[in-house]
């Protein structure tokens, strides 16, 4: 532990040290600067703006435009040059050429460019890497017109982003941390971690324009969500007429899944519009093998179990908003999301026990089989409008979601001792499951320009009820069905109430700040109707949040900021039921689980603009952790999920690109964490620690003919998650596209997990547990997905629409 303190300690004195080289370094680098508009004057934000070399036609250097069009390209070479601004919807837009020397100060003013009158499929860029732009509150990853954006989907690409992984679950990790909020152009997902992570997969990568990863989120976000914010931004809608695209495929990994997906965009005078209907069939094979050991009063009886864990997941989704320009400063939109899911589990699991002072081996046979579907309805209606022209906006947002859920399942157990099945026992456990959510939300938000700074207020209300009836019968040997004391009814009510105020500027040209606050009153009540037992939790809790961005070179600036977070329980942990996963494993839900709260601070020096070199720190108090809880007589394990005492997280992350050749592009990154785990377990005492890292390397590299290939490398050292510890592992995933028919047409093939090496091997051993797991998710696979693309009609542009952010992220 001591090792690791002094480990981090050196990179904060590092890192810290790196201003004063800075500041002594000559300052011979050269600043183009100025402003993208449209034929109107309006800002055009995220256009490629590019340092072209007049002679042999190479990259010189590039950036992209702001959200207010502003760019700036900072280079130290020497070269005559033009410059070069592409948009979607636009004509590219070319410069006269100017000799660019070290030191160089030209301001290109307002760069006007015209609206494209021939479609979108002329003007899109390809490179060979994402661009990421470094802002003081969020690092941006630019997908569109990468390869990157090529023949994946939606969850890989958010698993390639800086500082994220996304775990055989498709749970999403931010710098090693669990509970990340993932939001859609500015509106929450609201759907448990597997319907998001299906959901995800189902979404082309080709309809993304941008990822917003934003660490430390500020008062405006909801405190929700611990880890931080993933914040999705769709291409907008650029064509009058008509745009979208077609696409159609699918993976084998032993399993045979299609997809399979539509996207449209039509604008016609005031009213735009926009729908994708995506369908995603989702399926693997878990290979598990668990061994236990148990102390008995004779010795320790030991279990050894195989299973092969079949799962089918079907996801059809529907996403349509449209928007109404009342006039030039107000709109008004719509967005409405249905979605329709099934699945279907088959868990055949095989034991062989040993015990000291009995004579032979005994045998557990077991089949879980389970199905279960469910709907999902949300729609938003929004406002948005500028009331002066000094930039104050107002904007509304009424959000309704409501959710339906069921499952059936019929555990069947046969146990016997020795080899003639003599003394067999059997019994048949049925499990019904009924869900429904309601959640109701409005907010609304204010921007204010006053005096040298910005100020940014809103107020929020949430109001939730969910209703679960949990049915458990057992019917042993041809006996009847007869109920069992675990059944459940539970309801639950939630509501949050919200306001914050923030306030941006500058202090001098070097320096900038944003700080903020946030307060939330919760009120909460779980009734346990089977029980009579009511739960009520009330408390009002403050969030601050702070940001300074210091430039301290044209070539380097440093990022401070800190924040409070709460992450509030999933609706369903709160409820006290009991599933059966095999004979041998029961889930248990906690009325007592309590909200946990996290305080972050990060440090992230950038360097010319794309290195990165970030330093967090991070300490949760009432962590959420699963348990694992053995009871030695019966020779059972319970898992539950419960509130460990304290957490915490040190970081340091360096990401670094290296443009090997004009055709071939890397993004590198190593990231270290120091996690520390302290909690009293029922009789016991955990205190563990360890330092883990991880390690990616991507390269996009340009073939032949049109060919693009993509390499991904992953490592993950041995790591702990509470009670648990991880070997490492690690794989290699390898992508190739090809677009025809004047890049209407992309063909893509992609393979994963290639040598088959993303195998998890872990263990658990504190106070009496002695477990250990393998497991494997047959990852390793090919996909092969068809994307035509059509467009139609002159450039336009579309308002923005954000949407509500929080409650149905617990619906798990």
Not at 271 to 286: K, T
Not at 433 to 443: G, L, S, V
């Amino acid at each position: 532990m001591r090792t690791a303190n002094y480990l981090f300690l050196t990179l904060f004195i590092y890192l810290l040290g790196l201003s004063n080289l800075a500041i002594g370094a000559p300052k011979e680098v050269s600043r183009i600067s100025g402003k993208v508009v449209d034929q109107s004057g309006t800002p055009v934000p995220f256009a490629n703006v590019a340092l072209i070399a007049v002679e042999g036609s190479g990259l010189v250097d590039g950036a992209v435009s702001d959200e207010d069009g502003a760019f700036v390209i900072e280079s130290v070479k020497t070269a005559k040059v033009q410059l070069v601004v592409s948009s979607i919807g636009f004509s590219t837009f070319t410069s006269d050429s100017f000799e660019l020397t070290p030191g160089t100060i030209k301001d290109m003013g307002s760069v006007q460019v015209e609206d494209e009158m021939t479609g979108l499929d002329e003007v899109t860029v390809k490179s060979t890497r994402p661009e990421i732009i470094i802002e003081p509150d969020k690092t941006v990853v630019n997908v569109e017109g990468t390869v990157m954006a090529e023949g994946s989907n939606a969850l890989d690409v958010i698993g390639r982003s800086p500082g994220i992984y996304v775990d055989q679950d498709g749970i999403i990790n931010l710098n090693g941390r669990a509970g990340v909020v993932v939001m859609i152009n500015d509106r929450q997902t609201y759907m448990s971690a597997n319907d998001l992570a299906n959901f995800l997969r189902a979404m082309p990568a080709e309809n993304i324009k941008s990822i917003e990863v934003i660490n430390n989120p500020s008062a405006r976000f909801d405190a929700e969500g611990s880890a931080g914010v993933i914040n999705i931004r769709l291409k907008k809608n650029t064509v009058d007429g008509m745009f979208g695209n077609v696409q159609a495929g699918g993976q084998y990994n032993g399993f045979w899944a299609p997809i399979a997906g539509v996207s449209l965009n039509v604008k016609k005078g005031k009213w735009s519009s926009n729908a994708d209907l995506n369908y995603n069939h989702y399926a693997n094979l878990n290979e598990l093998e668990i061994e236990r050991n148990f102390d008995v009063a004779e010795g320790v009886s030991n279990f050894m179990q195989e299973s092969d864990i079949k799962q089918r997941n079907k996801n059809l989704f529907f996403n349509g908003a449209t928007n109404y320009e009342i006039n030039e400063n107000h709109n008004i939109g719509l967005n409405v999301q249905a979605s329709d899911f099934d699945n279907k589990t088959t868990n055949p699991s095989f034991t062989e026990i040993t015990t000291p002072g009995v004579v032979g081996t005994s045998y557990l046979d077991s089949y879980n089989d389970s199905k279960g579907g469910g709907n999902r309805f949300f729609a938003n209606l929004h406002y948005g409008g500028n009331l002066d022209t000094l930039g104050t906006k107002l904007t509304s947002d009424f959000d309704f979601t409501r959710m339906n859920s069921n499952s059936e399942s019929l555990l069947t157990t046969k146990n016997w001792n020795g080899e003639n099945q003599a003394d067999l026992q059997r019994e048949k456990l049925n499990t019904l499951n009924d869900m429904y959510y309601n959640i109701f939300t409005a907010k609304v938000d204010l921007v204010k320009p006053i005096g040298k700074g910005t100020l940014e207020t809103g107020v929020k209300g949430s109001w939730v009820k969910s209703d679960n009836n949990l049915d458990l019968t057992l019917a042993v040997e041809d006996g009847p069905f007869e109920p069992t004391p675990n059944s459940n009814h539970f309801i639950y009510h939630e509501n949050v109430l919200a306001g914050y105020v923030s306030y941006k500027g500058k202090i001098s040209d070097k320096l900038s700040y944003q700080a903020g606050f946030r307060g939330e009153h919760s009120n909460i009540e779980g009734n346990s109707v089977t029980l009579d037992q009511i739960n009520t939790q009330k408390y009002f809790n403050l969030f601050p949040s702070a940001f300074i961005q210091q430039k301290v070179s044209d070539n380097y600036q440093i990022v401070y900021n800190a924040n409070r977070r709460i992450t509030r329980p999933n609706y369903r942990l709160l409820n006290p039921f009991v599933y059966y996963i095999d004979p041998l494993t029961t889930e248990t839900g906690n009325p007592n689980l309590t909200p946990q709260y996290s305080n972050n601070f990060e440090m992230n020096h950038v360097v010319k603009g794309m290195y990165q070199f970030t330093l967090g720190y991070s300490e949760t108090t009432d962590a959420f952790m699963q348990v694992f809880i053995q009871d030695d007589e019966e020779r059972t394990t319970t898992t539950f999920t419960d509130n460990f005492d304290k957490t915490r997280n040190a970081n340091f992350r360096a990401i670094v690109p290296v443009q090997l050749r004009e055709w071939w592009g890397t993004t590198n990154m190593l990231q270290v964490n120091y996690n520390r785990y302290k909690s009293q377990i029922g009789d016991d005492y955990l205190d563990n620690a360890q330092t883990s890292f991880m390690v990616r390397t991507q390269h996009n590299i340009n073939l032949p003919k049109g060919f693009k290939l993509e390499l991904i490398g992953m490592y993950l050292g041995p790591q702990i998650w509470g009670q648990g510890e991880i070997e490492g592992f690690g794989w290699v995933d390898a992508g190739v596209t090809k677009s025809i028919m004047k890049d209407k047409l992309t063909i893509a093939v992609n393979g994963t997990d290639l040598f088959r090496t993303q195998v998890i091997r872990a263990k658990v051993d504190f106070a009496d547990i002695d477990t250990s797991f393998r497991q494997y998710r047959s990852n390793q696979g090919v996909r092969f997905t068809l994307r035509y693309r059509f467009s139609k009609g002159e450039s336009f542009r579309v308002s923005k629409n954000t949407g509500s952010t929080e409650e149905r992220d617990r619906l798990n």
